[in-house]
């Protein structure tokens, strides 16, 4: 009877879970841009501002400022690198001292504390990756009607609850930069799997669902067997990639991994499996993290934008913001070794296109 | 009752029902598992598979045998996972560091032996509940941890200390590791005076001491052998891939525990075996293998395995009850 | 035993009074009365969750699932209101009852079934995380009215919805406990559950009632949590377990069962929550203050037990 019971359980959540299976992609539900199958750039229309303006704020043209940066999670490497970056550029400056503090877990919760405290404690800008874009939405505005400036890197929010966001790369640029390398690896008609960090992941979901579209569009043979989620946790990836593996078997060409975590496990996972060249990984990753796949031919690209880059920039921005220098209405924006870089709908600043790494260039990185 | 007759023939099968009732239930739906399984989809019992299904939670398995041994003895640990995360960073950090790699192995496991003894003595000679002591250390390990490494990840150890990846006959360390610390520990816990101790004090640690047993030495042992076996889970979750992400592995703690109680090890202490707990880790295992392969979708995936666990509780509950009535 | 809850309580209250004073010194935006109010707006849906899980703890029972029952609710909330059509007022209540019901569940497998209550929530707290995720798909539900912002956002007489209706359940839960028959009951449940049987007390009743409270007051942090962050996600509440039952440990509540108050409960949020505020504008950073918080609770224990024993012996 026991045995009977946990069958019939097993069977029932394995029909209930098939059904809801066919639906499901793993992306979110926002209209999609794929961008065209050559290397012809999007003609973005130009938008006006939609960022907003802090309330009151103080003169703060080339004075001392006093910046908080608060990532998604402390503790991991992506963040670890970002506020590497966001470091650097105020040492750069010399009239900036910043801080990086926020939640040990991705929870939207504590990271709006975390901001709230900050507002308190009274600096005067704060740097922001979002773990949800409307969750810290409120805690943002507060910031900006006490005369605090705020500028979001990586993760963004709603655009009237910041002044600028520092764009890594277009969501359509990734997917098709990510999507075009799994096509030259495997051909048109390769099957590829994908493993995520979680479904509720804006940036990733996002990714996915430009990914879908591209593939569709310019990639229509491939085909998409599944989406997996494995937390940021590499033993976890690995496990999830494995599975993938002995369950396609030869049918599977192809794994993307959605998250610096997911690709280098994929990566362990297919060489473990001894299937080295015959299942490609293709995936978002910093350099350190992948060299060893890379140097063992195991995998070829690797798509990223620099993180310390993506920080550079966000605290160059913020310190034009604090200065006045960086207006609504600007195109550009100059940010010190990186030179100019656009604004793109609206009140983005695009740090440049995702960079693909490949066994030739990947030594000269380290991050 | 009528049917008297055929449990006295059936003694033999019944006395085993009655030792190992919840063993018997988990390793019922791993078989379950596989067959259902392994008709929808034949490479599911693939020998890859099976070697993923089985290493794969390895490290998981062993931190539940000091868990269990934890539990046992009445009371309970929610911070392994910030320890197995601490002692895994500690692990990589030295292997980096130009010391020889018998350290970079031995080191950890002494370390959870040391923090885990202080964590027993709190416990047992300050009369504060585990679960206060666990909670404050898992902050403690957790935040320590993250001051110290800002979470940069571990990479560049030399080969040969990655001692999870190593075969022998083809199949991977962590499953000899497993498979002896557990046949090992269920023999001790049997057949030990310290072992039998554990249950003992677990049960009734009034009694216990009455019949001449100390209470407290019994526990800081326990806790002690936690600390070594999570040293081991350490070693095996840390040299399983080629980088150490250095954080506190999210949720190992809830997963430890509930291999640990689904296992058999009852929370209140004086019962279970370290054989149910290995068990079901490797329930744990397959069952996230199976969802995969049945294609159940990941949005439904944590919801499945809660009700599995409910299931499995459930039937152990009525098992119990069952075997109760039986008896009166 | 009486004895032992007012030493418990003092000792936290001098720890709580030098906190203050410590933190005060070390920035002087900790201590006015925008930042305090600030901080029970924060700390309102932990603290109502605590107030249940201190009845929960004194009748020698957990629940782990208080989080993944807020994340449940709040998703149920987004689809009742926007998937159903259903008015958002209807949508709140049916959002809470169903807290309620999960928190009834809790309590029927516990003692129908006699599965310990650790046990019992620590699989329920996988299944209504994964009913969540799976029912909502990964979607937000955003896009409320205005009015709804009220009780998150908003304020009443100068101080926060939330703190008002925080104080209303900790006052409710306060007589309840430690003045009514069914607080007698909680405690002797707790104390000794089979000589509370024998003595014709209610066992079952009462505990089913105390998961059915549980539940329910999730819901409605569920209710305030949403309306303070005006969307919905199936990861709300995550590992908020542990802070409830660290607020309610530190506040004095046996974990044995039996023994333990809501003014502790009460003072160990408090105490909570002004080092984590406090720490942070003296210039500590999240991965200290969590240290700090993890040596509190173990110090204050160990002072309370080292007094109880002077006293006792």
């Given at each position: 009877m026991i045995r009977t019971s946990l069958i019939a359980a097993v069977a029932l959540s394995v029909m209930a879970g098939t059904a809801w299976a066919q639906t499901w992609t793993g992306g979110d539900d926002l209209p999609t841009s794929p961008l065209a199958c050559?290397?012809?750039p999007a003609t973005a229309a130009a938008k006006p501002y939609d960022g907003a303006e802090p309330a009151n704020v103080p003169d703060r043209k080339g004075k001392e400022i006093t910046v908080v940066d608060v990532p998604k999670l402390i503790g991991i490497g992506y963040f670890n690198a970002t506020s590497k970056g966001i470091a650097d550029a105020a040492k750069e400056l010399g009239n900036v001292s910043v801080k990086t503090d926020g939640p040990t877990k991705a929870n939207i919760d504590e990271q709006i504390t975390f901001i709230d405290n900050y507002i308190t404690s009274g600096v005067d800008g704060i740097l922001f990756a979002a773990n949800d874009p409307v969750a810290i939405a409120p805690v943002l505005k507060k910031a900006l009607s006490k005369g605090i400036n705020v500028v979001g890197y990586d993760a963004n929010s709603t655009p009237d609850a910041r002044q600028w966001f520092v764009n890594q790369a277009e969501f359509n640029g990734i997917a098709k930069a990510l999507v075009d390398n799994m096509a030259k690896e495997i051909g048109e008609d390769g099957a590829f799997a994908i493993v995520t960090?979680?479904?509720?992941t804006p940036n990733q979901a996002r990714w996915i669902a430009e990914m879908a579209a591209y593939a569709e569009k310019c990639h229509p043979n491939m085909k998409w067997l599944e989406t997996v989620e494995a937390q940021e946790d590499n033993v976890l990836s690995f496990n999830q990639a494995s599975t993938l593996i002995n369950k396609y078997g030869d049918e599977l060409k192809g794994l993307f991994g959605m998250t610096s975590v997911a690709t280098p496990a994929s990566a362990e996972a297919v060489t473990q499996a001894g299937k080295c060249g015959e299942i490609a990984v293709v995936g978002l990753a910093t350099p350190n993290a992948m060299k060893p796949y890379v140097e063992k031919d195991c995998v070829t690209s690797v798509v990223l934008w620099n993180p310390v880059d993506l920080g550079y920039a966000a605290m160059h921005v913020m310190r034009a913001v604090a200065d006045g220098a960086l207006k609504p209405g600007a195109t550009s924006v100059t940010a010190g070794k990186l030179g100019e870089l656009q604004v793109i709908n609206g009140s983005e600043i695009l740090l440049g296109a995702p960079f693909t790494f490949t066994k030739e260039n990947i030594g000269g990185f380290d991050f | 009752m009528a049917v008297a007759g055929v449990l006295g023939r059936r003694s033999a099968a019944s006395r085993l029902v009655e030792g190992y009732g919840q063993e018997l239930v988990v390793l019922g739906a791993i078989a379950a598992l596989l067959v259902i399984v392994g008709t929808v989809n034949p490479r599911f019992l693939g020998e890859n598979n099976l070697i993923s299904m089985f290493s794969g939670n390895a490290y998981i398995a062993v931190a539940a045998i000091g868990m269990s041994l934890v539990i046992i003895s009445g009371h309970i640990d929610v911070s392994v996972g910030s320890l197995i995360g601490v002692l895994a960073t500690i692990a990589g950090t030295l292997a980096v560091g130009d010391y020889p790699i018998w350290v970079a192995w031995t080191v950890p496991v002494l370390v959870g032996v040391v923090i885990n003894t202080f964590v027993g003595a709190l416990i047992a000679y300050?009369?504060?509940?585990s679960i206060v002591v666990t909670l404050g250390m898992l902050s403690i390990l957790k935040g320590g941890l993250i001051s110290y490494t800002a979470g940069t990840w571990i990479t560049g150890m030399p080969p040969e200390f990655f001692i999870a990846q190593a075969r022998l006959f083809g199949i991977p360390a962590p499953v000899y590791f497993m498979v002896v610390l557990t046949i090992a520990m269920a023999l001790w816990m049997r057949y030990a005076a310290l072992g039998r101790a554990i249950y003992a004090v677990g049960g009734n640690p009034e009694a216990a001491r009455a019949s001449g047993l100390y209470p407290e030495r019994v526990c800081v042992a326990a806790f002690a052998m936690h600390g070594f076996f999570a040293g081991i889970a350490a070693l095996l979750f840390a040299t399983q891939l080629q980088v150490i992400q250095s954080t506190v592995p999210p949720n190992l703690e809830l997963t430890v525990i509930t291999a640990s109680v689904i296992g058999g090890v009852s929370i209140l202490g004086g019962t279970g075996t370290v054989i149910g707990s290995t068990l079901a880790a490797i329930l744990f295992a397959c069952i996230s293998s199976a969802l995969v392969f049945l294609n159940v979708s990941a949005y439904w995936l944590r919801a499945v395995l809660g009700l599995l666990i409910l299931a499995t509780v459930l039937a152990d509950m009525a098992r119990r009850r069952r075997h109760r009535a039986g008896r009166l | 035993m009486s004895r032992y809850l007012v030493r418990h309580e003092t000792i936290l209250a001098v720890l709580l009074v030098l906190a203050l004073i410590v933190l005060s010194f070390q920035s002087d935006r900790f201590f006015t009365v925008d930042n305090l109010l600030n901080q029970g707006r924060l700390m309102a849906e932990v603290g109502l969750i605590a107030l249940a899980m201190t009845f929960v703890i004194v009748s020698a029972g957990i629940d782990l699932s208080v989080g993944s029952i807020l994340g449940l609710v709040a998703i149920l909330l987004g689809v009742f209101w926007q998937n159903l059509g259903l008015p958002l007022p209807l949508a709140m209540v049916l959002g809470v009852v169903a807290g309620g019901l999960a928190g009834l569940f809790n309590g029927i497998i516990i003692t129908r079934f006699r599965v310990p209550p650790l046990i019992a929530t620590l699989a329920t707290l996988a299944l209504y995380r994964g009913l969540a995720e799976g029912i909502s798909q990964a979607r937000s539900v955003r896009g409320y009215p205005?009015?709804?912002?009220?009780?998150?956002?908003g304020e009443v007489l100068g101080v926060p919805t939330q703190v008002w209706i925080f104080l209303v359940c900790a006052a409710v839960a306060a007589v309840v406990l430690g003045l009514s028959t069914f607080g007698r009951a909680t405690y002797a449940a707790g104390a000794n559950a089979v000589a509370a049987r024998f003595s014709g007390i209610p066992v079952d009743r009462t505990i089913l009632l105390i998961y059915t409270a549980s539940g329910l007051i999730s819901g409605l942090a569920a209710v305030i949590f949403v309306s303070r962050v005006s969307t919905t996600r199936s990861d709300m509440g995550t590992g908020l377990e542990l802070d409830v039952i660290t607020a309610v440990v530190l506040g004095g509540t046996s974990i044995f069962g039996g023994r333990g108050t809501i003014i502790g409960t009460l003072l160990g949020l408090m105490l909570m929550q002004a080092l984590k505020n406090g720490l942070a504008l003296a210039g500590v950073k999240g991965d200290g203050t969590i240290v700090v918080i993890g040596l509190i609770l173990i110090a204050t224990i160990i002072i309370s037990n080292l007094v109880r024993r002077e006293t006792d012996g």
């Open positions: 050559d290397a012809t960090s979680t479904f509720t | 300050f009369r504060i509940p | 205005e009015w709804f912002f009220v009780l998150g956002q």
